[in-house]
């Protein structure tokens, strides 16, 4: 079997083809845009370190001694034991 990897620059009726021009790739730029860093900076430096109705909150519930309810308590500790159960399985 013989290959020829000549391309024929005529068309079929003989005349002279345009050559194509190839796309030239998109290559990746290598530089960065710097332009939407300083509005995120801008909002961390705006942002509070922790938000102190959540902590309040936190702090109410650890001081309440119901807290979880034993209801809660038994059915977070069925949800355990069934997925400790399907585990072994």
Same mark, same amino acid.
């Given at each position: 079997m013989?290959? =020829?990897t000549?391309l *024929?620059t +005529?068309s #079929? /009726?003989?005349s002279?083809a &345009?050559?194509?021009?190839?796309? +030239?790739?998109n290559?990746?730029s /290598?530089?960065v845009?710097? +332009? =939407? *860093?300083? &509005?995120?900076d801008?909002a @961390?430096? =705006?942002t509070?370190a *922790?938000?102190p109705? #959540? #902590?309040a909150? &936190?702090?109410s519930l650890?001081? /309440?001694? =119901?807290?979880?309810?034993?209801e809660?308590? !038994?059915a @977070? !500790?069925?949800q355990?034991? *069934?997925a @400790?159960l399907?585990d072994n399985?």
């Amino acid at each position: 079997m013989e290959i =020829n990897t000549n391309l *024929s620059t +005529t068309s #079929v /009726d003989g005349s002279i083809a &345009a050559k194509r021009s190839s796309p +030239t790739p998109n290559m990746p730029s /290598d530089r960065v845009s710097l +332009t =939407n *860093s300083s &509005a995120l900076d801008q909002a @961390l430096q =705006n942002t509070p370190a *922790s938000r102190p109705e #959540v #902590v309040a909150r &936190a702090q109410s519930l650890i001081a /309440d001694p =119901n807290y979880p309810s034993g209801e809660s308590l !038994s059915a @977070l !500790s069925r949800q355990f034991a *069934s997925a @400790l159960l399907s585990d072994n399985q």
